[in-house]
């Protein structure tokens, strides 16, 4: 779960509750990047305007990681 919140004044400005497999889902292995916008939702479940991008990079393995960058 994710929570956004007003800095200064600490008021929620909302949260959403993202699962991993919804970042994973779709995501090529050479790209090891997922990047999706969510609209944050009121502690009554109500969607905000408010969105979210969540960027998401993952390393599957470091040897293969710096075999790709050769590449």
Do not use: C, F
């Not at 600490?10 to 779709?26: H, T, W």
């Not at 990047?35 to 990079?57: A, C």
Request: glycine letters at 6%; aromatic letters at 4%.
């Amino acid at each position: 779960t994710l929570t956004v919140e007003n800095r200064q004044s600490g008021e929620v400005l909302g949260a959403r509750e993202i699962p991993l497999k919804d970042l994973s889902e779709g995501a090529e292995i050479d790209q090891m990047t997922k990047d999706k916008k969510y609209t944050l939702q009121q502690s009554n479940g109500r969607e905000t305007d408010t969105e979210i991008r969540v960027k998401l990079h993952w390393i599957y393995s470091k040897v293969n990681l710096l075999e790709d960058l050769r590449e």
